[in-house]
């Protein structure tokens, strides 16, 4: 296990700079200490706290640019719905989210073989009329990211040991 170190001088100012800019200095923090992007060569190197952070990122900024269409669609539909991400939600007291991944769950498993498909960008904004199912679930994501996106922050903040080990500046 590889170990995330974070300058306290970047989380105070991350701290005052709101909610995701102190979300992504952890972020960052575990990007940087995999080489970049999770995969399975690197997934041992950070504990599942880190994993389910970046998981949650994830979610949050594919949702947010395209909906869960486009989230299935980019690959990782199954990081997140093949993984317990929905309960570890649940024990970090994010109910409703993780009641919203079981319910999208149900989609992603009956469609996800054909939104995962490559496709032209044509063929692929043509999904999001071919499967409307996921638009009440992207307007309620939409609706509360906000929301859980704080408490995501509040639960790193409440339990940082979990995720990186502050340094003092030098």
Known sequence: MKEVKIKDSLLQKAATDGMDAFIDVFVNGIHDVIGGDLGKDNMEDINASQITLL??????????????????????????????????????????????????????????????????????????????????FDDEFVENEECWTNDIAHYVDEHIEEFATIVKDE
């Open 55 to 136: 998981a949650y990122h994830t979610l949050r900024d594919e949702v947010m640019d395209g909906g869960f269409v486009q989230l299935i669609h980019n690959g990782y539909g199954g990081f997140i719905f093949q993984n317990p991400f929905a309960k570890v939600m649940r024990l970090w007291g994010l109910i409703d989210l993780g009641k919203l991944i079981n319910k999208v769950h149900t989609l992603y498993n009956k469609y996800h073989e054909e939104i995962e498909r490559d496709c032209t960008d044509e063929e692929f904004m043509a999904m999001f009329e071919k499967y409307p199912e996921f638009d009440e």
